[in-house]
Each structure stands twice: as C-alpha cells, then as structure tokens.
C-alpha cells in the first residue's frame, strides 16, 4: 500500500470527504501516440524572443519531452508532446547578454496558463459579462471578413480601428501595411508608462525619436532623474548589466550612483546616494546644475563648450542660480553646488575619485508631469553640456532598423488619432468607428476613466479580440481569435534601445501550439485574402514576411543568409546596410541640436501643474510601473503574484507606500485599510509605511485591482489608474501620470489583504538595557 | 573533488528578485497562493532581503539575495533523523525528500531560515504542470525542501563532460539563479580550484560570510558594496 | 497514622472495582468524546496536509512539541517520586504511590505520541526504528531525535514493570473476591501469586532493583528530551543549564500532576481515610522546594543571557521579557513561583485545596514554559526579515484539549480494574512483617530510613 492510499484509509476512518478521493484519474487515462519523435529525457534549446516588454530579450528555451491532456476523437487521453521547460537568457544577444528578469522567468506562464483562451469564442451574454461559446476557425474568420467587407462597401474604410502593441516589430508593420491597404488609419498604441515625451525631446536635441542606450559600463557617474532602469524602464536587463559592470567590472573603478527623485524606487535602493526632490522639478535642478557647472567653470573644457554648443547659455543661465533652484526643488543651495561639481568630474566632495564621464539619466516619473518636456529637454542639454553624448560612458543611440524598407512596404497608413481623440470620437453622436480590431493590448485597464474608454467600446458595434485571456478589454469583444502564444510561434522586433549595435529580435516557433490557436499575422493575412476587394500582401504567412525581408540583411556567419542565422541565434545583429536604415541617422558623435536651449528657455511651462487642490488633495500620487506586472499585463502569472515585492516583499498584493511620519499623524499603521481619494475616484487599499518616500507624497504599484484577468488576477488588490487625472503633457499629450494630488483616510485595521513575505525591515534592532 | 560554492556581489545586486523566479521555474517550486503565502507557506529557497537604514530623507536599503549557504559545518545536518539532510563529498548539503520525515528540526537549527516545508500536497493549475522539469523531483506533502545549488545541472553537465572525456571548465556548470541575474551578482562554482571566478571573489576584501561566528563554516561569501 | 482495619481496607478498595455508578459513564463518556474528536482532527491534519496547523516557516514548532515536553515531564511524577520514596522507605508513601506510577505509564504514552503527530509523514514514523531493512539506512544516530526514540521506550518500559510488579498481589486479593469471567482475567494478570514468603522476598528485591534503576533512566529521559533544543544553534535555546533545568521542570508538574490526581481520587472514590491532608501537606512541601529551584534556574538562564547580551539572545530575550510573550511570561512566573510560594510557604494555606490550586497553577505554568522555550526563539532566529509570530489554529487546540481528555479517560478506565491504592502495602503498613518496610509511627510519620 503506498503512502498516499495510506492517508485515505486514515481519511476513511476519520472524515467523510474521504469518499470523494479514491481513485486516481490519472489511471482512468488513454496514452496516444505522439506525433512529434521525442527521445525521453533529452533536452533541446532553441531561441525565442521574450514579449512582455518592447526591450525584446533574446531567450534560449529548454524543449523536452512532457505529457499533455489532450481529448482525440472524443477520448481524453495523455500524449508526449515536445515543451517548452524553461526559458533562459541568451548569451549572445546583445540586448540582454543571457541575463533575464523575473517576467522573462515568468514569461513560460503565459503558454500554460490554465485560463488561455484554446479557441475562437463568440459573445453570447452581454457585453463585459464574460459569456463566449466556442465556434469554429472557419466561421470566426467568416465573420470578420462579412464585416470588413461591409465597411470596405459602405466606403467608410477609415472606420476600422486597431488597438495595436507599441514597439517596432515585423508584426506591427505586417499590420500597419494590412491597415493601409484596406484604408485605415494606422494602429493606436497606448502605453501608460510610454515614454513618449523622451521620444519628442531627444528628436528635439538630438533628432532621434528613440530611447537612448546607456553605456553604465564606463561611466564614472550616473546622475539619474527619476528613471526605474534597474527595474522597469527602457532595456532594464541591459541596463542591470552596464550596472553592475560599472559598480565593480573595473578594476580600481567604482562608478558613483545618484537618485534623484521624490520617492526611493527599487533602482534608487541601489544608489549611494538619494536626493528627494518636489515632484516635477527634476527640470530645474538639471539647469541649476548646468548653471553652477557654467559660473564655476568646473572644467574649462566644460564651459567652453557650454557656450559653443549651447547657444543662449552664454549667459549661464541666470534663472537658476541655486538659491532658486533650492526654492523650486527643496533641494539645498550647497547640495546643488556639490552635485554640480561631482557630475562635472571637478574637484569634488568624492576625493580621488574621477567622475568622468557621467551621464544623466531622465525617465518614468520625472516625463510624467505636466512640464515632461521641459524636463527631459534640460537634463538632454545637461548631458550635452558635460560632453556625455555619444561618447563612452555616456549615452547613444541604437541603430534602428527599417523594416518598412526591409519588407519592401509600399503602404502608409493615415495617421492614427491618440487613443483619448479616438474615445472622445467614438462617444460623440456622430460616431464613425463600426469596428475595433484589438492586439492583446488591454487599454480599458490602463487609460485615464476620464477618457470613458469602456464606455467607447461598449458604443463599437463590432469588435475582434486577438487576446490570449480575458482581460478587460477583451471581455468587450464580440468575437475573440486567439493568437499563438509567442513560444508558439514566429516573432521578430526590434529593440529601441540597450544595445550598441543594431539588433533585430527573430525566432521561429518552440513548440507546436497547445490549443487551436492561430498566429494573428497568418489570420489576418487570410482575411485580407477572402476580402472582396483582396488586400494581396506580398507573403502567404508571417514566416514568408520574415523570411523575405531578412532578405535585406547581410549574412552573420559564412556561407549562410540572415533569416537562418537569425533563427539560429534568436536574431541578426551587426552592421545595418544604409538602405534599409532608420532616418534620420544618429551619426556619433550624436550633437545636441543648436535650437534645443532656445526650445528649453522658450518653453512657456518650466514648472510642473498638478490635479487637484492642494488644500483638500494635499498629498502628490506617484503609480508607478510594478516590477512584477509593469502595467498590470503580466498581474496573471502566479510566479511573478508570489514573487516578493523587492522593496516591500510583498506578495499577492497592492498597497500605498507613505512616509511613517506622515502615517503616525494620521494614526495609520503598517497594513492598515485606506481610502485613497483624487478628484477622479477612491481606491481602497493597504498601507505601507516606507521611510523610502517623502512625507507629502503617496506612491503606489499599478498591475493590480483587475476585475476579470484570469483566476490569478482577478479581483485581487487595487489599480491606481482609477485615481488618475486626465491631465497631459501639454506638448505630446501623453498622460502626465505623476500629476495628480490625492488625500489619504484610515478605514480600518489591517485585513490581511497586505501579505509580506519578510518580517522586519531592519537588521539592528536597538533594544535598551 | 570539487567544492561548490558560491559569491554573491552586493555591489551589484539590485534587488530584481529575477533569481527568485529564475528558482522557481528550475526547481518545480510550487505557488501556495495568497491565502497559504499569508499563512507564511509562501516557498522561496532564494530570497532577497531588504533593510532599511537610517530615516527618510537620509535612508538607504540594502539587498541581500539569501539562499541555502552549504555549510561545511552544517547544523541541520546532524540533527536529522533520517539522513534526508546530508552532506556529499562535493560540499553540497543535499535534502534527500524521499527520506525526509517532516519532524522539521533540521528547520529549525538553519541559523539562515532557507528550509521550506511543503505543508501541502504540491500541486499545478493544469497545463501549467507541463513546465515542470523532469530532472527535479516533485516533492510530497510532509518534506522538507531547499536550494541544492541546481544539483541537476551539476550532474548534467559533470556526466556529459565524462562522456566527452574533457574536463569541467569554469563556467561550465551554472545555478539557474545565477544564470538570470541580469546584473550578474551571483557566481557559482568550485572552490577547490583557486582560479575560479568565486574563488577569486570569495577572496575579494570585501568578502564576508554571513553568521560566520556560528561556525556553520557557510560556502556563499557576501562581497559588499564599499571596499 | 492509622489506617481502617483490612476488611474495611479490601471494601473501600475494591468498591470501585465491583460497583459501577452512573458516575461512572459520565466520567468515561465526556473526555472519550474529546478523545474521539481529537483523533478526527489528527487524521484529518494527515488527509488534508499538516497546513491545517498553524506552524508556519519559520517556526516549525509549536503546540505538538510542547505539548510533547510537557506531557513527557508530567511523566516524572511517579516513577521517580514513588521510587526516592520507597528506597528513603517513606512510610506514608504508601497510598499514593500507585495513583503516581499510573500518571508516569499514561503520560508517556501520551507524550510519546506527539512526536508522531507533528511529524510531516507519521506513517513514516518506523524509520526513526532501528530495523534492518532493504534500504540499508539506519537512522542517524547523531540526531538527539534518535535519543528520545530510545529513552522514551526504556523510560515506558521501565515505568510499565514498575507499576505492575506491586499489582500483582492486588490483582490476586481481586481474582479471590472476584467470580466468573473477572476471576479468570485476575487470574491471569495475578501471576499465579500466592503470597508465598519466597514470593514476597521476590517482589520486595525486585522491586527495590526497579527503584534504583529507574531513577537515572528518568533523569536521562529528559536530559535528552532538553537536548532536543539545546543542540540547535537557536538564540536562548543552546545553553548547557537546559538538562537539569528541564528535569526539574518534569518533576515539578509531575508533582502537581499528582497532586491533582490524588485531590480528585479522595473525593471520586471517597478515599478520605487513606489519602489525609499529611500526604498533601507532605507533597505540598515537596512542590514548594522545587518551585524555589525551578526559580533559580529560570533566574540563572536569565541572567546570562542578559550579561551575555548577544544580539540574537537579547532579541529573544525582550520579546518575552517585555514585548509581544511578555503577558505569557508573567503568568508563567506566577503560575510556577509566586503561587506555589505563597500557597506552599505558608503553612496555614497549605490545606487540600491550597495544594490543588498550586497544583493546577503550576501545570498551567509549566505548560507556557515549554512553549515560551521553543516559540519566540524560532520566531526570532538571526536573520530579522525572517522573523515571525505563530497562531495555533483549531487542529492544534483540539488535540492538545483532547490528550488532557485523554488522561482523565485512561485514569477512569484504570481506576475500575486495578485498585488504585495499593492494598498488600496498606496493609503491610499495618503490622510489623518479614519485610523491609517499617511501619509509620505517630512521632516517625515519614517512617524511618532503613536502606
Ligand atoms: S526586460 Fe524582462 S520583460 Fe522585458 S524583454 Fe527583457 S526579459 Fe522580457
Ligand atoms: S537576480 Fe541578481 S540582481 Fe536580481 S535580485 Fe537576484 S541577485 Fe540581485
Ligand atoms: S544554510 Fe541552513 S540548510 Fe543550508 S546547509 Fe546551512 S544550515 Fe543547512
Ligand atoms: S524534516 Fe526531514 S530533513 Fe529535516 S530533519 Fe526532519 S527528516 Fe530530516
Ligand atoms: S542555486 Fe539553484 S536551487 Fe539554489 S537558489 Fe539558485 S536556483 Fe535555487
């Protein structure tokens, strides 16, 4: 008798849910022949590109033998099937080097994920309710088909929307190109924590709308402005790299590492040294800085070239000598002067230590105010100031590749409007929108609810879901097609940044899909085939795009072409044929472009505008991108639920960070009930008392509080969107995120919603005697 | 006769918990779920801590990723009755979970708190089961369970280096752990060839083990951020 | 200090043997339904994982190890008492040795059990036993867990021989009284005893071997059980003081343990002419000197911890000293000094009563002794971030209710088959026979020393 039949006979004896127990299904099952060889035991790799953020890092993935349910004719039954076991860095990939964060880890959730949506789904119950029956590839297909038809017909082409994934990818432009040709704008992306205000203000300094790529490994000094990019931001696996390299890859070399923001993020934990400043500032101590470095002449070189390349600072900036710098930021007159000297590499406070080169760094909360731009702008001028642009140890741009070339596309869709224009449209009387093609992006979670955007959808009178779960804005669809999931199928992007050569992101399938899925690329590929007018794309499938417009690209190894290397290897990297280059050209040295002080003095906002009245709202509300769900997309994954928060180790939670002076005040303790309430709405959620955060701001993880994302998810702690209000960037209309004032209301002790791995947060506890 | 053992650079460690999750998906480590995790059944044979120092505004934290440190000298060693927790002649403290009877002392005399008991029956949300890895047993409800340095992979890559008759190089062999780090704190590998990248670093000045006055004679050294 | 004449003696005895009153059936009834549910919940702990407990990482002991402490300590009671009595030939032991021998057999049954229950795999219990098997392991013998295996089951053992050895001429008085299917079950358990001289020298120098052995076996016994702790390198838990600290602990509740026991057998069983306030003044005083020196010990372990002042102890050390076990502690203090001094010091309080409230106050301290030894320390082990605090949940609190239940029930069930105050040594008190033991006079009422 073995042990487990052993505890059901005690259970017999002792309980009578016993009864229910005996037998083992498992017994009960038919073994079917596998259709795959497998040699039992043995491990093949094979690469792929991991998709929960646009940073794109390469994978090898571990494929052995295992047992899949699978019903054949009518009889459940277990068949060896070859699976994906675990994913794991690639080492040759220039982005990430064979390093992987915790989401990459995690990423192999998503393919076996119990709640995946296996089949086409049709709504049955009304819409949001979550009713679906499952129909048949052929008649799904058929439908989206009848309703483009019927658009195309009624000459109204321009009314078919796309919520499309952000990012450069063969996909997106597959999509793009699918759009133009059928008449429609192009597809909106929305990103919450998008950085896109970045984007604006480097085409303004530098003429490059991308994300810059830092070179930590040399750099001597990192003056950082609010970015996460140890965590969340931009190529975080990339940038942990360089990190570490510049905190102990040379020998004798230790880099020196500054944070300036209002609250001690987990990239700020790292920092030897963390600098509060008031929120939305970051500007003004940049150019405070760059004033001292001017009058001081820190480095003669420096203002040299201050006034060379700078012009309009000839002056040096009079506006922000440090006693005004201190009024507007908080941060001490002599505290700017020192960091003005450290980050110049004069004689500074650091003795013997060189701190050049530096490099600032702006990103996250630092764009997502109101005067983003001008920030951003300023700490641009900064870098360009001390000569840390294109230069070792400073920051550059990754060669991007065009894949519009590559692919030989012919077709430019019409400017889509931003996703807040779109909702606005489709509430008005004289809506257009008749149908909404949806990506897997999930934006009625994370838009502003000023924007009504669920309210926009539920006004659509058709939309398709190529969504792999149910999540809030899938759950608004008609008609759901399930797309592979990634290890399922061809992917090829193409980071933005955190490499210094050029990089493109490919990889065939793993394994063979585990559900009746189908890949969106080869679906809308076929749609666009039984169209009446067809929309007669180059390629039969997805794999036939890549394949031809790898084309393009030179061979990485003798006697082989780039889409075998590339399959190979998990991408193509190397030398970019200036054909098929991105313009405009990032020739490095990347200058700054004379016009950007004039740009950052005539900007008409310097300083930051907030939501709500200070003396109701008297606190600021910093969300921010959550290390384990970023905006919530991967809130579905038990590992990363169960994953210790890093900063509060918590776990299978949300909660709001607040000063614990600020808490004693309010007689708020550690896991206690709040309402945390903006002009816009209430969340109700756990407090956590983190001395990392200063006393007038309340920080909170987003990702969580979904109402319908997979059993995991689902209703499981708060969503601080709900707070959010609707204010943007005045300049590139993204959502200025960290530009609303709340207030804070005890509700009651703690329920044990708040659920902490650690213990104590201190090591030395002082007891007296 | 190798001697495994690992460094962990605090200098570069940020905290990212991808270790953790990179352990998780190696090892068959199951969820437990909020209600358990709230009950402290939450299972992490690695874990990074955190401590606050000092108050806000001059506050910095630190990050320790925390693991089983293999001691030479280990107390939840002799205090097994059934020889479940044991030490092998290449340095590592093996947890044999067949033999494991769940009297839990072992846990107890852990000065480091890095023994995990399976107060359940481990069990997957199918098709989440088909990650698991065949080269990790699954535990059952009762046993005591904890890092082995991804025993697994020491074995795998050790057999298949016999098989081509070549030596083990270092860097052969790596914890998955260490293999995620991004910012590549963890080094794992022999101690008994003092070439080795973690024999260099166990070296470093800025090395320490922790609890070393225990005397649990620890095979993880802890290099800190300030030389 | 005289006793009621042998008919007399053999009625009041064996009353409870031959009547069965419906007192009787409550008595049994009630702590067998506490029993019953107790067993339920363990088994249930086995069917649905031992999660339904409360233990939790890091503190990986809780009420199961202490309640196998406690009740492995209650175990001292009589073995060992009864035996110092009977080599320093107390002559007033006479009536309540066997009810104390009684609790040491019942106690370390129960006791035994706990091991058992807290483990992760019970059914795999047998592989702390030394069998050859095809594994070829055996168990490691390094492990104090080992240790216990052993001492327990020669402690058991021991304490088994040493209750039945002076039954056996109990047993024949009952088999001569008895008629029908009882006559032949006596019969058997009498040994064919006969009351020969040669018998009764035989008995005399066995049991006199028994005395002298069990007294170390019982001394080891918790020695070992203390090592339990003291081997691990856990703050407050590594001191040497921990063997005789926890031996005199063991025989501290035993004694109370007694105490109550005899105070409830007086009244059940209207014992009152053979168990007199001497024996509880006698016993009293007993438990007055070892609550003074279980003060010390606990004042000692105090004390070098605080001097000692390492981070981790200290740490401990408040957190039952003045933080979150600190109400505990103090009723702990209580419980096992002040009450016991107060009501055992002063002779006036020294009464029946006055023994069963000291008696009852220091089972209960004891109790949270054992438990504030093993929980605050694995709660606050080194590493803070893995501090923690453990909760029992119902499971725990159930059976831990249901081993109390557990010895009232076998006390009950004992009590009507054997006669619970020994009747041959009762007597044997009465007048001047071959054997060794003097009779208790009025100006030698504890007898005099004749080893
Ligand atoms: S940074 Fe993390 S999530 Fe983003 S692509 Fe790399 S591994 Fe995936
Ligand atoms: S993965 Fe590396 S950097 Fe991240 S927490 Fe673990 S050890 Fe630290
Ligand atoms: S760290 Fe703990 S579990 Fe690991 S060997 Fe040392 S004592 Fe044993
Ligand atoms: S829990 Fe298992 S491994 Fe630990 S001591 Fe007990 S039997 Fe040994
Ligand atoms: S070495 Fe292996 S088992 Fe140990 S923590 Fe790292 S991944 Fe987990």
Known sequence: MDRRSFIKLTAVSGTTAALASCGNPEHQLIRFVPDEDIVPGQAVWKPSVCPLCPSACGLTVRVMGAEADVVRNGKAGVVQILAAKKLEGNPEHPVNHGGLCARGQAAIQVTYHPDRIAQPLKRTGNRGVGSYEAITWDAAIAEVVAKLNEIAASGKAGSLAFFGRSGSSYRNALIGEFLARFGAPAPMSYDLFGDDVLRRANAVSFGVAQLPTFDFAQSRYVLNFGSDFLGTWNAPVSQSRAYGDMRQGRRGVRGHFVHVDSRLSQTGASADEWVPIRPGTEGVLALGIAHVVIRDKVRPAVADRATAAIAGWKDGLPDYAPERVEEMTGVKANRVERLAREFAGGPSVLPQVRTQPGVAVIGGTALAHTNGLFNALAINALNALVGSVGVPGGLAFTPQLDILAAAKMTGRPTPAASLRQWAADALSSASSVQALLVDGVNPVFTAPRAWKLRDALAKVPFIVSFGSFLDETSVMADLILPDHSFLESFTGAVPESGSAMAVVSAAGPVMKPLHQTRATTDVLLDVGRQLEKPIELPWQTFEEMLTASFAALPAMTEGSDAWTDAQEKGGWWGEIPAAVRLKPDTASPVRLKADTTSVVSGLSRTQPEFDGDAAQYPFHFLPYPSNQFLDGSTAHLPWLQEMPDPLTSAMWSSWVEINPATAAKLGIAQGDVVDVTSAHGTVQTAAFLSPGIAPDVLAMPAGQGHTTFTRYASGRGANPVDLLAPVTEESTGAVAWAATRVKIARVGDGDGRLILFAGEFREHQEHGR | ?227 | MAHPPHQQINRDLLRPLIQTSWRFYVLVALPAAVVLTGLVSWFSQMYFGFGISGIRWPIFWGFYVTNFVFWIGISHAGTLISAILRLVNAGWRRPVTRCAEVITVFALMIGAMFPIIHLGRPWLAFWLFPYPSERLIWPNFRSPLVWDFFAINTYLTGSVLFLFLPIIPDFAVVRDRATGIRQRIYRVLALGWRGTPKQWHRLETAMQIMAIAIIPVAVSVHTIVSFDFSMAPVPMWQTTIFGPYFVAGAIFSGIAALLIAMAVLRKVLHLEAYLHPLHFQNLGKLLLVMALLWGYFVFNERLVTYYGNGPSEMAVFWRTQRESFAPLYWTMVVCNFVLPLILMGIRRFRTITGCVIASIGVVIGMWLERFLIIVPALGHKYLPNSFATYRPRPVEIIITAATFAAMMLLYALFSKVVPIISIWELKAGEHTPPELIPPATEEHPLGELRL
């Open chain 2, 1 to 227: 006769m190798p001697n495994w053992g690992m460094a962990v650079d605090l200098d570069r460690c940020t905290g990212c918990g991808a270790c953790v999750t990179a352990c998780h998906a190696e090892n068959n480590i199951s969820t437990v779920g909020a209600e358990q995790a709230a009950r402290g059944r939450a299972k992490h044979w690695i874990r990074v801590e955190r401590y606050w120092e000092g108050d806000f505004p001059d506050v910095t934290l630190k990050f320790r990723p925390v693991m089983c440190q293999h001691c030479d000298n280990a107390p939840c060693e002799p205090v097994c009755p059934t020889y479940a927790s044991h030490h092998t002649p290449d340095g590592l403290n093996a947890q044999v979970y067949n033999r494991c009877i769940g009297t839990r002392y072992c846990a107890n005399a852990c000065p480091y708190n890095v023994r995990f008991f399976d107060f359940f029956n481990p069990s997957w949300d199918k098709p989440l089961h088909l990650q698991l890895n065949p080269d990790v047993s699954l535990r059952e409800v009762g046993v005591m369970e904890k890092c082995t340095f991804c025993v697994q992979r020491i074995k795998a890559t050790t057999i298949a280096a016999k098989a081509e008759d070549r030596e083990l190089k270092d860097g052969d062999i790596q914890t998955a752990c260490a293999q995620a780090c991004p910012s590549r704190a963890l080094v794992f590998g022999d101690l008994s060839d003092p070439e080795s990248e973690v024999s260099r670093l166990s070296r470093s000045p800025r090395g320490s083990k922790l609890l070393e006055d225990l005397g649990t004679k620890p095979k993880v050294a802890y290099l800190s951020k300030d030389a």
